[in-house]
């Protein structure tokens, strides 16, 4: 063979290669897909289960909220008078938390905090006091305050604190109105509605408060309790455990059943007694020369929580005034309420409590 012909041959026989390969791999890319059904699984996004949302609740009651939803607004106080010629009292039973507060001369108050349910008449409405913000502080971050009048250093506490001032020296007079049913000072009236109006009009914070407990089973450290008597100098209170109706009934010593004005007896879920200490300010309150007390409202002291037919002993417990006082069990957990209702007592070192099974 020549030259001229080994070369033909050699680039004939190349270009077979190339058309041979080229046939194969046409041959593969044209082949069908299989597609198996694991293949399909694995395309398909995966199922995220869908879990139901817990529905809404008061914060400081625990409740079911009202139609689904936490109104928001913030915790509304009012101060209210708890003398003989102010009872039977309006709106308390609307109210998530009440305070009873000892005030000079041995009376006592009441402050009645709003969030979750308002009430159309709410009184008597009386003064405010030196210890109101110290108290009402934690209830979120500016509580409303409605109460008629107070002296000069009460008022100058109130303006310093991040409560807002719905008093009636400080909201409209349509807001607050007297009862002609009723002797002064013991017949001043409000709503809850105008007072979160005027809150409103002072640009407080349409948000709800933070939660200030939690809920839960009984203590396993409770021991039984059918009462616990509070020995106030006018006001000698007992709440009395009802298992049928679930709550407490309050009664004092000289009156009998406390009643409401709308009707019914006041009853609660929960009873916080908090032991503290009391003393005298500097401050005079009124013409017979009392001052208004003071009370130790931070660090830690005693406690008894009262609910469900049992009472949990231990120790509250607040850093500051900035914080939100913690109501622990001798093994220092924190002891749950009952939702509904919650009734606080804060019950000088000197005022007898007793409690019976």
Excluded at 246 to 265: I, K, M, N
Excluded at 318 to 343: K, V
């Amino acid at each position: 063979m020549t030259g001229s012909k080994r070369s033909t041959g050699i680039v004939l026989a190349a270009l077979a290669v190339v058309l041979v390969g080229c046939s194969g791999a046409a041959h593969r890319s044209a082949a069908p897909t299989t597609t198996t059904s694991s293949t399909i699984a694995e395309a398909r996004p995966a199922v995220v289960p869908v879990t139901a949302r817990p529905a809404p609740v008061c914060p400081l009651s625990g409740m079911p909220a009202p139609g689904g939803h936490v109104p928001a607004r913030p915790a509304l106080a009012i101060k209210i008078d708890n003398l003989a010629p102010a009872r039977p009292q309006t709106g308390l039973s609307r109210a998530d938390v009440l305070y009873e507060e000892p005030v000079e001369g041995g009376i006592t108050r009441f402050i009645a905090i709003f969030q979750c349910q308002g009430a159309p008449v709410v009184g008597p409405v009386r003064s405010g006091r030196l210890i109101d913000p110290e108290i009402l502080s934690q209830y979120g971050p500016h509580p409303l305050i409605g109460y008629s009048g107070a002296i000069a250093p009460a008022v100058a506490a109130i303006d310093a604190s991040s409560l807002i001032d719905v008093g009636v020296d400080r909201a409209p007079l349509s807001a607050y109105y007297r009862s002609p049913t009723r002797f002064a000072p013991h017949n001043l009236y409000t709503s809850t509605a105008a007072l979160w109006a005027e809150g409103a009009a002072e640009h407080a914070a349409p948000v709800a408060p933070p939660a200030v407990w939690s809920y839960g089973a009984v203590d396993p450290t409770a021991t039984p309790a059918a009462t616990v008597h509070i020995a106030f100098q006018y006001s000698d209170v007992t709440w009395t455990w009802q298992p049928k109706a679930g709550v407490w009934f309050r009664s004092y010593a000289d009156t009998g059943p406390a009643t409401l004005g709308e009707g019914g007896q006041i009853t609660t879920n929960n009873i916080i007694v908090m032991r503290v200490n009391m003393y005298p300010s500097q401050y005079v309150e009124d013409p017979t020369g009392s001052h208004e007390n003071l009370l130790t409202l931070t660090g830690s002291g005693q406690v008894l929580v009262f609910r469900n037919g049992t009472m949990t002993t231990g120790t509250w417990n607040r850093a500051t005034l900035a914080d939100t006082t913690s109501y622990l069990d001798r093994a220092g957990h924190p002891i749950a309420m009952e939702p509904g209702q919650t009734w606080i007592e804060l019950v000088p070192q000197t005022v007898g409590v007793g409690a019976t099974p």
